[in-house]
């Protein structure tokens, strides 16, 4: 019976942004980077539930956080029954003794001045040897501790073991680093293993090799895994189950083969189709979201992949800043901007919320208000429907959107999405 | 652009490390050909030698021939743009130094104005001129290298991973920017990667890389759908796409490229061996269709 | 693959020092065909030969370097190789003498130094905030004096004696271990290594001892020996300006305080004194910027490789 191994309620880690003396005072408030914005998801006993995104969506964070290299912010986290969201030392101690990390980059991952035998058996002299009843002892000599050493390196597929214990990381090659630092969180015998993007730096025609020994591995030790990754191909082969996260939040989450035969939300769907597929014969024209991921100091309001969503609607969170980056966009033909410049430069221009205002000083207002209109009829659609009004305010001219609709994940068709398509 | 027994060989403390050796591969004008290989198979070298962009201990032999103007000028944007762009510069300083450096009579606005419209075939907006490089996002970055690289309306344009740094979304966009810049400026593209799917989606012509040599060479279309080299053959097995089912890895590790070497380099790993290989370096060949060439002694 | 015995030893200084300092050696004997190498061994050529001229004195020296065994500023010649002194001492003998103060001080002094840079440089560096600051703010205050001038202070302060020197000496120098150190912990600090070995549950102490200091030893030898050179410089200053020593111990800078007013009339006697302070110096500096040379580039060629590789 699969009882939730781990459960994640609501997580939120916010990392303070750094901010000189003199921008603290101007900027005003508190800035802060919100990496994992209100998180939610389990993983069962012995699955291997995949969380899956671009670079910045928080995906390390979120593993960082379970192994208690970072703080969370607010939230819980629940590891059988267990609260460890803001473990003691002892309790974190322990805590590691179940969940470990296995990281992207096994050559940094591995002290150079340390040689490969000696990283695991230091590990084993911290927590003890694992014993059949489950037990730590401390090793009684030396020589058990190295028995102990060449045990893991076996099961790990570095044979011989005695040839391997005195090679230094920078001796052996990216798949054996690889399997050195799985070996290292082995010796622990955790129960949850945190892969954040095990394969990435290793060359293709190698990568199957060492998923295939991480299935083995789980096999054997009968783990469970949070798979991260980049690599939405790799994703569907390993994970029973896969989050797809997008700037700090989970927009589509369910069991693997639901999502990708029929995706719902629109990112999932973007994302599948700029996968590059090997296949020549097979070049579609792909339909891509329009710019990048903005930065998660200051998320788009509403849904987050609203400014960039080819489906979206009048009530996904159009804001002050929207129209600004549409007018961004607009002026990038030197004609338009020249023929528009009345309303222009774009740097005039300031967004609060759900407002963006320009104030035009001494000049007539009115005219500007008109452009504007004409701009925003012309360009139409789901952020030309959102708008309220566009007015003038003393000196300035005001454009304000209508509040959106508030975002609930929702349960269709055997996964939840976070959309207001549905 | 035309090479013909290109290679290089670098001094090290160890010994020569012949990282390509004996490579002639030709770029037909206005077209893409894609270098692909894994790492340390020689192909980023390569587009440095191309570019003579080599450090102190490498040594060329062979040729490199443009053909048209002798110094119709190449250009080549890097994988990483936060390292190639100078942090202590804002990026219209950027565009005017690369510009000056080239034609020193071109005054500043003369420089700016050409940099504005480089930058909008790029699609950057105008004002991101006046800021540092930290201060932009990934992939206005790499457009912005892209429009460096487009200032002197290169005939070929070297990529060189240009988007393992970047995600997937982006990753397609670039491309995209890239085709279409293509068709405008008459460019050839020389894309040097190790991902098989932007190969394929992007290039007319392959080229697969092993141990500093070309192993196949061909137009995308057959070569995917037929490869004849065993290892084309491995590396198109072993990349997981969204349909693989089962996973394929290609025995064994590239070998060293320090010394001499007799023989295949791929006879340690090669499926369908036979004793000449061991002994005997297969010389590249004219096989089948589409100027197909390989590398093999099955054929 | 064998594995050697001595290596067996499960002390800290077996199990870390051990094995990195013996790959550095190894590496090194490697490289002592260079032009960095060879340095290096005359450095330590000269250096030891000084060592032993000090240790076996009794046996070397001709004369006893106290006593009156000639006319004052007799020229070099003769018996006496280097002259004698406006004493009527043996300058040669002197010289061979006067290898002890210098050396016997200078080990002393950098001793301290790091004994006590180094434990301090590694907290700071690792544990940063608050403490970290005030002390940075702290060393390089001490750092800002010139060496030399605070050296005399300190000894003022504190008396004369061999130990007092030397103390003295130690306390200009820690600054240099503690910044080079703590710069290089900090940096290390933020390896993912060092993130890995955290997530492992390692202790902090563990973690400074095995993960932090291994990695940033190298830099050590390095300013071990150009603090050593300078100290040669420093501890010469002072014994000239009589700072330091009991009477009547022989002396490189103390000769020289002795015989340069007579500079004119018996040059050798302040010519050599000074001679062989700038030799210890010059073979403790290749030794120094020689093990740079040769060290440093071990790790620029390590990273290399992994970026070709890439």
Same mark, same amino acid.
């Given at each position: 019976?699969?009882?939730?191994?781990?459960?994640?309620?609501?997580?939120?880690?916010?990392?303070?942004?750094?901010?000189?003396?003199?921008?603290?005072?101007?900027?005003?408030?508190?800035?802060?980077?919100?990496?994992?914005?209100?998180?939610?998801?389990?993983?069962?006993?012995?699955?291997?539930?995949?969380?899956?995104?671009?670079?910045?969506?928080?995906?390390?964070?979120?593993?960082?956080?379970?192994?208690?290299?970072?703080?969370?912010?607010?939230?819980?986290?629940?590891?059988?029954?267990?609260?460890?969201?803001?473990?003691?030392?002892?309790?974190?101690?322990?805590?590691?003794?179940?969940?470990?990390?296995?990281?992207?980059?096994?050559?940094?991952?591995?002290?150079?001045?340390?040689?490969?035998?000696?990283?695991?058996?230091?590990?084993?002299?911290?927590?003890?040897?694992?014993?059949?009843?489950?037990?730590?002892?401390?090793?009684?000599?030396?020589?058990?501790?190295?028995?102990?050493?060449?045990?893991?390196?076996?099961?790990?597929?570095?044979?011989?073991?005695?040839?391997?214990?005195?090679?230094?990381?920078?001796?052996?090659?990216?798949?054996?680093?690889?399997?050195?630092?799985?070996?290292?969180?082995?010796?622990?015998?955790?129960?949850?293993?945190?892969?954040?993007?095990?394969?990435?730096?290793?060359?293709?025609?190698?990568?199957?090799?060492?998923?295939?020994?991480?299935?083995?591995?789980?096999?054997?030790?009968?783990?469970?895994?949070?798979?991260?990754?980049?690599?939405?191909?790799?994703?569907?082969?390993?994970?029973?189950?896969?989050?797809?996260?997008?700037?700090?939040?989970?927009?589509?989450?369910?069991?693997?083969?639901?999502?990708?035969?029929?995706?719902?939300?629109?990112?999932?769907?973007?994302?599948?189709?700029?996968?590059?597929?090997?296949?020549?014969?097979?070049?579609?024209?792909?339909?891509?979201?329009?710019?990048?991921?903005?930065?998660?100091?200051?998320?788009?309001?509403?849904?987050?992949?609203?400014?960039?969503?080819?489906?979206?609607?009048?009530?996904?969170?159009?804001?002050?800043?929207?129209?600004?980056?549409?007018?961004?966009?607009?002026?990038?033909?030197?004609?338009?901007?020249?023929?528009?410049?009345?309303?222009?430069?774009?740097?005039?221009?300031?967004?609060?919320?759900?407002?963006?205002?320009?104030?035009?000083?001494?000049?007539?207002?009115?005219?500007?208000?008109?452009?504007?209109?004409?701009?925003?009829?012309?360009?139409?659609?789901?952020?030309?429907?959102?708008?309220?009004?566009?007015?003038?305010?003393?000196?300035?001219?005001?454009?304000?959107?209508?509040?959106?609709?508030?975002?609930?994940?929702?349960?269709?068709?055997?996964?939840?999405?976070?959309?207001?398509?549905? | 652009?035309?090479?013909?027994?290109?290679?290089?060989?670098?001094?090290?403390?160890?010994?020569?490390?012949?990282?390509?050796?004996?490579?002639?591969?030709?770029?037909?004008?206005?077209?893409?050909?894609?270098?692909?290989?894994?790492?340390?198979?020689?192909?980023?070298?390569?587009?440095?030698?191309?570019?003579?962009?080599?450090?102190?201990?490498?040594?060329?032999?062979?040729?490199?021939?443009?053909?048209?103007?002798?110094?119709?000028?190449?250009?080549?944007?890097?994988?990483?743009?936060?390292?190639?762009?100078?942090?202590?510069?804002?990026?219209?300083?950027?565009?005017?130094?690369?510009?000056?450096?080239?034609?020193?009579?071109?005054?500043?606005?003369?420089?700016?104005?050409?940099?504005?419209?480089?930058?909008?075939?790029?699609?950057?907006?105008?004002?991101?001129?006046?800021?540092?490089?930290?201060?932009?996002?990934?992939?206005?970055?790499?457009?912005?290298?892209?429009?460096?690289?487009?200032?002197?309306?290169?005939?070929?344009?070297?990529?060189?991973?240009?988007?393992?740094?970047?995600?997937?979304?982006?990753?397609?966009?670039?491309?995209?920017?890239?085709?279409?810049?293509?068709?405008?400026?008459?460019?050839?593209?020389?894309?040097?990667?190790?991902?098989?799917?932007?190969?394929?989606?992007?290039?007319?012509?392959?080229?697969?890389?092993?141990?500093?040599?070309?192993?196949?060479?061909?137009?995308?279309?057959?070569?995917?759908?037929?490869?004849?080299?065993?290892?084309?053959?491995?590396?198109?097995?072993?990349?997981?796409?969204?349909?693989?089912?089962?996973?394929?890895?290609?025995?064994?590790?590239?070998?060293?490229?320090?010394?001499?070497?007799?023989?295949?380099?791929?006879?340690?790993?090669?499926?369908?061996?036979?004793?000449?290989?061991?002994?005997?370096?297969?010389?590249?060949?004219?096989?089948?269709?589409?100027?197909?060439?390989?590398?093999?002694?099955?054929? | 693959?064998?594995?050697?015995?001595?290596?067996?030893?499960?002390?800290?200084? *077996?199990?870390?020092?051990?094995?990195?300092?013996?790959?550095?050696?190894?590496?090194?004997?490697?490289?002592?065909?260079?032009?960095?190498?060879?340095?290096?061994?005359?450095?330590?050529?000269?250096?030891?030969?000084?060592?032993?001229?000090?240790?076996?004195?009794?046996?070397?020296?001709?004369?006893?370097?106290?006593?009156?065994?000639?006319?004052?500023?007799?020229?070099?010649?003769?018996?006496?190789?280097?002259?004698?002194?406006?004493?009527?001492?043996?300058?040669?003998?002197?010289?061979?003498?006067?290898?002890?103060?210098?050396?016997?001080?200078?080990?002393?002094?950098?001793?301290?130094?790091?004994?006590?840079?180094?434990?301090?440089?590694?907290?700071?560096?690792?544990?940063? *905030?608050?403490?970290?600051?005030?002390?940075?703010?702290?060393?390089?205050?001490?750092?800002?004096?010139?060496?030399?001038?605070?050296?005399?202070?300190?000894?003022?302060?504190?008396?004369?004696?061999?130990?007092?020197?030397?103390?003295?000496?130690?306390?200009?120098?820690?600054?240099?271990?503690?910044?080079?150190?703590?710069?290089?912990?900090?940096?290390?600090?933020?390896?993912?290594?060092?993130?890995?070995?955290?997530?492992? *549950?390692?202790?902090?102490?563990?973690?400074?001892?095995?993960?932090?200091?291994?990695?940033?030893?190298?830099?050590?030898?390095?300013?071990?020996?150009?603090?050593?050179?300078?100290?040669?410089?420093?501890?010469?200053?002072?014994?000239?300006?009589?700072?330091?020593?009991?009477?009547?111990?022989?002396?490189?800078?103390?000769?020289?305080?002795?015989?340069?007013?007579?500079?004119?009339?018996?040059?050798?006697?302040?010519?050599?004194?000074?001679?062989?302070?700038?030799?210890?110096?010059?073979?403790?500096?290749?030794?120094?910027? *020689?093990?740079?040379?040769?060290?440093?580039?071990?790790?620029?060629?390590?990273?290399?490789?992994?970026?070709?590789?890439?």
């Amino acid at each position: 019976m699969n009882e939730a191994l781990l459960d994640v309620q609501d997580l939120r880690v916010y990392f303070p942004v750094f901010q000189g003396f003199v921008q603290r005072i101007l900027g005003g408030g508190d800035v802060k980077v919100h990496a994992v914005d209100g998180v939610s998801f389990s993983i069962a006993e012995g699955e291997v539930f995949g969380l899956v995104g671009e670079s910045g969506c928080g995906k390390s964070t979120i593993a960082k956080t379970l192994v208690g290299l970072v703080r969370a912010t607010s939230g819980r986290i629940r590891f059988r029954e267990e609260d460890i969201t803001h473990p003691g030392p002892k309790a974190l101690f322990h805590v590691r003794e179940r969940i470990q990390l296995i990281y992207q980059d096994a050559h940094a991952a591995l002290s150079p001045a340390m040689t490969v035998g000696e990283a695991i058996a230091d590990v084993l002299r911290t927590h003890g040897l694992a014993t059949e009843s489950g037990e730590r002892v401390p090793p009684k000599s030396e020589d058990e501790l190295r028995q102990a050493v060449y045990r893991i390196f076996d099961d790990v597929g570095l044979r011989p073991p005695v040839f391997y214990y005195d090679k230094y990381p920078d001796e052996l090659s990216g798949g054996q680093k690889q399997r050195v630092v799985a070996g290292r969180v082995l010796a622990l015998r955790p129960e949850l293993i945190v892969a954040d993007e095990p394969v990435a730096m290793l060359d293709m025609s190698v990568r199957a090799r060492m998923l295939e020994f991480l299935l083995e591995l789980k096999a054997k030790y009968n783990l469970t895994y949070l798979f991260i990754t980049h690599d939405l191909a790799t994703a569907k082969f390993m994970c029973d189950r896969i989050a797809i996260m997008y700037l700090g939040r989970i927009v589509e989450m369910g069991p693997a083969r639901t999502i990708y035969a029929d995706p719902k939300h629109p990112y999932t769907r973007a994302l599948l189709q700029a996968i590059p597929i090997p296949d020549p014969e097979r070049r579609t024209k792909k339909v891509l979201p329009r710019g990048e991921v903005p930065n998660a100091i200051w998320p788009p309001a509403g849904c987050r992949f609203h400014p960039r969503c080819p489906v979206a609607l009048a009530t996904c969170g159009w804001e002050g800043r929207d129209v600004i980056a549409l007018l961004e966009e607009r002026w990038l033909s030197p004609e338009l901007a020249e023929r528009e410049a009345l309303a222009g430069p774009v740097e005039e221009w300031e967004a609060e919320g759900l407002l963006a205002r320009r104030d035009v000083g001494k000049s007539d207002p009115a005219p500007v208000q008109v452009l504007m209109q004409r701009i925003v009829q012309e360009t139409g659609g789901p952020l030309a429907d959102a708008i309220r009004a566009i007015r003038v305010e003393g000196s300035a001219i005001v454009v304000e959107f209508r509040a959106p609709d508030p975002l609930v994940p929702q349960e269709v068709e055997g996964r939840v999405v976070e959309c207001l398509l549905y | 652009m035309e090479s013909k027994g290109l290679s290089v060989t670098f001094d090290t403390p160890d010994g020569p490390v012949h990282a390509v050796t004996d490579v002639d591969l030709t770029i037909e004008k206005g077209t893409t050909v894609g270098l692909v290989g894994e790492s340390g198979c020689g192909k980023s070298t390569l587009g440095r030698a191309i570019l003579r962009l080599l450090p102190e201990n490498a040594r060329i032999s062979g040729t490199v021939r443009f053909d048209g103007t002798d110094l119709s000028t190449r250009s080549m944007i890097f994988q990483d743009p936060m390292t190639r762009l100078n942090p202590l510069m804002r990026i219209r300083d950027h565009f005017i130094e690369t510009i000056q450096a080239h034609d020193p009579g071109v005054t500043t606005d003369e420089a700016v104005s050409r940099a504005l419209r480089v930058l909008a075939d790029v699609r950057v907006p105008a004002d991101r001129m006046n800021m540092y490089p930290h201060e932009l996002s990934g992939g206005m970055r790499q457009r912005i290298m892209i429009a460096l690289c487009l200032l002197f309306k290169p005939a070929l344009l070297i990529a060189d991973e240009p988007t393992t740094a970047l995600d997937v979304i982006l990753e397609a966009q670039i491309l995209q920017l890239l085709q279409s810049i293509m068709h405008g400026y008459n460019m050839a593209v020389l894309l040097i990667t190790h991902n098989l799917g932007l190969v394929a989606e992007f290039a007319d012509r392959v080229a697969v890389m092993y141990a500093g040599r070309i192993a196949e060479e061909g137009a995308t279309v057959p070569l995917f759908r037929e490869p004849y080299h065993p290892y084309t053959q491995g590396l198109l097995r072993s990349v997981i796409d969204l349909d693989t089912t089962k996973l394929y890895s290609v025995p064994g590790a590239p070998p060293s490229l320090l010394g001499d070497s007799v023989g295949c380099p791929f006879y340690p790993r090669c499926e369908k061996r036979m004793a000449v290989c061991e002994t005997v370096f297969p010389e590249i060949r004219p096989v089948g269709e589409d100027r197909r060439k390989v590398a093999c002694h099955l054929y | 693959m064998a594995v050697g015995t001595a290596r067996g030893r499960t002390t800290i200084l *077996g199990r870390f020092v051990g094995r990195p300092a013996g790959r550095l050696f190894a590496h090194f004997l490697k490289e002592s065909g260079t032009a960095a190498g060879i340095i290096v061994w005359i450095g330590i050529g000269i250096v030891l030969a000084i060592i032993v001229m000090a240790i076996f004195a009794p046996f070397l020296a001709p004369f006893d370097p106290n006593t009156k065994v000639a006319d004052p500023e007799t020229a070099p010649g003769g018996r006496f190789v280097m002259g004698v002194d406006r004493s009527g001492q043996d300058v040669l003998s002197r010289i061979i003498w006067g290898a002890r103060i210098p050396l016997a001080i200078i080990a002393v002094a950098t001793t301290i130094s790091l004994a006590i840079g180094l434990p301090i440089g590694l907290l700071s560096g690792f544990v940063g *905030g608050r403490l970290d600051r005030i002390l940075v703010l702290v060393m390089d205050s001490i750092y800002a004096f010139p060496g030399l001038l605070l050296a005399i202070v300190i000894a003022a302060i504190i008396g004369r004696g061999i130990l007092n020197i030397s103390v003295a000496i130690a306390i200009v120098y820690i600054p240099t271990y503690f910044r080079i150190i703590r710069n290089h912990v900090a940096a290390v600090k933020q390896e993912p290594y060092v993130e890995a070995a955290i997530a492992l *549950g390692m202790p902090r102490r563990r973690i400074i001892t095995r993960y932090v200091l291994p990695n940033v030893a190298q830099s050590i030898p390095v300013i071990f020996s150009v603090n050593a050179a300078d100290s040669v410089l420093t501890e010469a200053g002072l014994t000239f300006l009589g700072l330091g020593l009991p009477p009547g111990i022989p002396d490189w800078g103390f000769d020289i305080s002795l015989n340069w007013q007579r500079f004119e009339a018996s040059w050798w006697a302040t010519f050599y004194p000074g001679l062989f302070i700038l030799i210890l110096t010059t073979a403790l500096t290749f030794v120094g910027e *020689g093990l740079n040379d040769i060290l440093n580039p071990l790790l620029r060629k390590k990273d290399f490789k992994a970026k070709v590789e890439a």
